[in-house]
């Protein structure tokens, strides 16, 4: 590949080769394979990216066309919040591009304003479009091989119900944190008591030290107390989704504070998983019969623990969770599944079996609404190649050595 600089200049629009590696990085590709593989998939991202830039060049020559700013900081924003919870927060984002959020959000701006510009001019030019029954039977006829099979679905319902640590538990650890303070006070050294006690091994080792973090980092429950704290001061033990917590403020500069904490564990006992074992088998019972009721268990559970519980129609297996999936591959038609507690101990499931639909390849009988979707797809897509095509004898495109 070309060391990096300029490559192509289309219009007043210039193409680096950093740009087109950034591209490939942001797909996936591996950057370290073959140099003559990686060499062609360069210049297809580069072709693509040329193709990019005529349209964008040729919408902004077309007065008909107008972007609502709003629409277009309503999609950054949302852009930018769906990378953030990906990578977990605008510090990790930050690290990973080198640059501060705002530098992040300014390079996405113009990105996310082309590729609304360019799928603005492109839908004016294919917008309307029609497709004979004829059109959709030859494509068919043309690339009946080339249609991809269509996966098994599966109809299910599914009652999942977290295993969480009970009283006895909660109060066996209180009670060892609280001992932990009272050491503390006593005089025993925080660092020393996180070293030997705390159950989180990535900050045990250096006597808790958290070192400097934003609001947003941790457990909510962990920052609404760190951040109520004074300097070197020591809170009472806080619980949060994994464990309890004791935590000392070091200190405070702007909106990052520094804490170190001890953290103990909150474990289900096996008197926990005999309670939700018999809460489930109760379940079980009730419904085994009636499809009806556990449906309708299914949807309160889901409304009231926001997880996996639900009623699912239709559902591609390839969009199941590998989890339920196994339960499904081995569970007859109209049956419901006895309790079954996963790997990591931390949830039982129900799941009640309906039918399944085998994996099958479409036809224009069996599929005619998604053979007449790729048909319309292809002929947009030649109609845009025609597009590009003609739109070049007319663009100043100049490419670098």
Not at 52 to 81: H, W
Request: charged share 25%; glycine share 4%; aromatic share 10%.
């Amino acid at each position: 590949m070309p060391v990096d600089g300029i490559v192509v200049a289309v219009e007043d629009k210039i193409i680096l080769k950093s740009d087109v590696v950034l591209n490939m990085q942001m797909a996936g590709i591996n950057l370290s394979q073959n140099s003559i593989q990686l060499e062609n998939i360069y210049n297809d991202f580069l072709d693509q990216m040329i193709n990019d830039y005529v349209l964008i060049s040729a919408a902004e020559k077309d007065t008909n066309i107008v972007l609502d700013d709003n629409m277009v900081q309503l999609r950054l924003n949302e852009y930018m919040n769906n990378l953030i919870n990906e990578v977990g927060s605008e510090e990790i984002l930050s690290e990973m591009f080198n640059k501060s959020i705002r530098e992040i959000k300014y390079y996405y701006q113009e990105q996310i304003y082309n590729a609304m510009l360019r799928e603005t001019y492109v839908y004016t030019y294919v917008d309307g479009m029609d497709i004979s029954r004829q059109e959709v039977e030859l494509f068919y006829e043309n690339y009946r091989d080339s249609i991809p099979v269509k996966p098994a679905e599966y109809t299910f319902s599914v009652i999942e119900i977290p295993l969480l640590p009970g009283t006895d538990e909660i109060e066996r650890v209180q009670n060892f944190q609280n001992a932990l303070i009272d050491s503390i006070d006593e005089g025993a050294s925080f660092e020393d008591i996180a070293k030997k006690y705390s159950s989180d091994l990535g900050t045990a080792e250096y006597g808790g030290d958290q070192g400097y973090y934003k609001r947003g980092t941790l457990f909510e429950e962990f920052e609404d107390a760190a951040f109520r704290l004074n300097i070197n001061e020591i809170s009472s033990p806080i619980r949060t989704p994994i464990g309890f917590h004791i935590i000392q403020l070091l200190d405070k500069k702007d909106n990052q504070i520094h804490t170190r904490h001890i953290l103990s564990l909150l474990k289900t006992t096996e008197k926990d998983k005999r309670i939700y074992k018999e809460k489930l088998d109760d379940i079980y019972t009730t419904t085994m019969n009636d499809p009806g009721m556990f449906d309708s268990l299914a949807v309160i559970y889901s409304e009231q623990l926001k997880n996996q519980s639900g009623v699912y129609i239709n559902q591609n297996i390839n969009q199941i969770d590998n989890y339920l999936k196994r339960i499904i591959l081995n569970t007859k038609n109209y049956t419901l599944t006895s309790p079954i507690l996963n790997n990591d101990e931390k949830k039982y499931v129900l799941v009640y079996l309906y039918e399944t639909k085998n994996e099958y390849r479409p036809t224009t009988e069996n599929s005619w609404g998604d053979i007449e979707k790729y048909a319309i797809m292809k002929k947009e897509n030649d109609l845009l190649l025609k597009l590009i095509t003609k739109l070049k004898h007319n663009t100043f495109i100049k490419y670098y050595n």
